[in-house]
């Protein structure tokens, strides 16, 4: 139940995400702006995703990760509400940019909530479930947003759902997710027996540790920390940029796919949000092939005395690597409006096979590679992985009509051409660089 509420809870924040990229026209009239203005309330709610795990993971050692979930995702709720009847872009735009902000917690602490409840040999599936979650909401989003949007001619209709939902998901929360975070449990024991016996002596590790820093120190520490990974870790970097390149490209595929489907076959709103489906079955296929995994992950386990290395956690990526770039080449050439559409519809399923394997891989390594600092490194990639998502939507347009469909995709399956390598390098030499490394385990 509780890997269940915290995975639905992550997909309703990056459903919120792309809801508005079936918005655009009625945004466009309805608040009379631009559809490149209209796709920055995508952009800035991508940005607010990517700033706040820097800020709220550390929270979450102060605090605990109840307290955090309960605050943030409250504030996303509420703060929700001036998006839906926004009657201007501005209250719009800020609003959207806090509410990703907020709900930012899924995507930093949720993690560590998973690891917290499953032994290091067990968590593998457990920890799938919940990454694959935050990258099957963009592609689940454009499926509703877009009948709402026809039907109701309207906007707003896609805020509301999700304002019902994460309302239903604040409750699912607050009773069914209890705090999971031990030295958090510790000190809440350690402080039911100071009230309970009258005795201040009984203290926990948590409360002596934290005693000497100030929560200023730690979310100054965790600022500067991001770009001094990104700097002094080349290995770290590689992985950041490899998995902002893949979250770029989705976020970008909703402006590519209104060229091919909308411009060039003349699918209507709704129907264009059904084709990301193909995307949403590869992801599906690879998330159940996560158990295999799984197993080999085992064998690893007990050839290395019960602990593998964290690169035994890179073989999925590999035959991920290569299902990207068979899927963009694919749709490169399937894009023309003389092809029956069904055929781009299925290029996006090996593409989205291959995000999941990816980004599960390399979540995984990173968190056991750099598990001394561990919240960092995830904040390294949550901040490029924004940073792509938000700016790419911004040019996909036009990068579509000036490249075509078949140049524009072929530049994006090149560059994942290019990073192919990078599993079988770092499974090969992985453990070299973690030795020449003062943040990785050696």
């Known amino acids: ?3 269940g509420v915290t995975a639905s809870s992550s997909l309703c924040v990056t459903c919120a995400s792309s809801i508005v990229a079936s918005s655009y026209d009625n945004m466009e009239r309805q608040l009379n702006i631009s559809k490149r203005v209209a ?3 995508l952009s800035l709610y991508v940005v607010g995703l990517g700033l706040g795990p820097i800020f709220i993971a550390p929270l979450s050692e102060f605090f605990g990760r109840r307290p955090i979930y309960l605050v943030s995702f409250g504030a996303f709720c509420l703060l929700g509400l001036p998006v839906t009847f926004a009657n201007n872009v501005e209250v719009l735009f800020i609003f959207r940019f806090i509410t990703g902000f907020c709900g930012s917690a899924f995507l930093s602490v949720a993690g560590g909530t998973v690891t917290d409840l499953y032994q290091p040999h067990n968590v593998y599936l457990p920890m799938a479930i919940y990454s694959a979650s935050p990258f099957a909401g963009p592609e689940l989003a454009p499926l509703y947003s877009g009948f709402a949007n026809y039907f109701t001619k309207s906007f707003r209709w896609s805020f509301v759902v999700i304002a019902i939902w994460s309302a239903i998901q604040w409750v699912l929360i607050l009773m069914f997710l209890p705090e999971t975070y031990a030295p958090m449990i510790l000190t809440q024991r350690a402080r039911a027996l100071r009230k309970e016996t009258g005795n201040d002596l009984w203290r926990s590790e948590h409360e002596c540790k934290n005693a ?3 929560l200023c120190q730690t979310l100054a520490v ?3 920390r991001v770009p001094q990974l990104l700097v002094l870790e080349p290995m770290l970097l590689l992985l950041c940029l490899w998995s902002a390149l893949l979250l770029g490209i989705i976020y970008l595929l909703f402006g590519a796919y209104a060229v091919v489907f909308v411009e060039g076959r003349g699918f209507n709103v709704w129907q264009t949000g059904l084709t990301f489906l193909g995307i949403f079955v ?3 296929f690879g998330l159940a092939s996560m158990p295999y995994w799984s197993r080999l992950y085992h064998k690893a386990c007990e050839k290395n005395g019960g602990v593998a290395p964290p690169e035994a956690r890179l073989p999925p990526a590999m035959p991920g690597a290569f299902l990207t770039v068979i899927g963009l080449f694919t749709f490169s050439f399937v894009t023309s409006p003389h092809v029956h559409w069904i055929a781009p519809v299925i290029a996006g399923a090996p593409f989205g096979a291959g995000l999941i394997l990816i980004f599960i891989s390399v979540f995984s390594f990173t968190a056991d590679a750099y598990r001394p600092v561990a919240a ?8 490029l992985r924004s940073s ?7 040019f996909s347009t036009q990068m579509y009509h000036r490249l075509g469909t078949m140049g524009a995709t072929c530049l994006l399956a090149g560059l994942n051409v290019l990073m192919i390598p990078v599993p079988f390098l770092f499974y090969r030499y992985g453990a070299a660089i973690r030795a020449r490394s003062r943040f990785t385990l050696s």
Do not use: K, Q, Y
């Open 212 to 214: 000497d820093r100030s």
């Open 282 to 284: 590869g992801m599906a």
């Open 1 to 3: 139940m509780i890997l």
């Open 388 to 394: 792509f998502a938000a700016a790419f939507p911004l």
């Open 39 to 41: 796709i920055l309330a």
């Open 376 to 383: 960092s490194a995830m904040a390294c990639n949550s901040v």
């Open 222 to 224: 965790s600022v500067m």
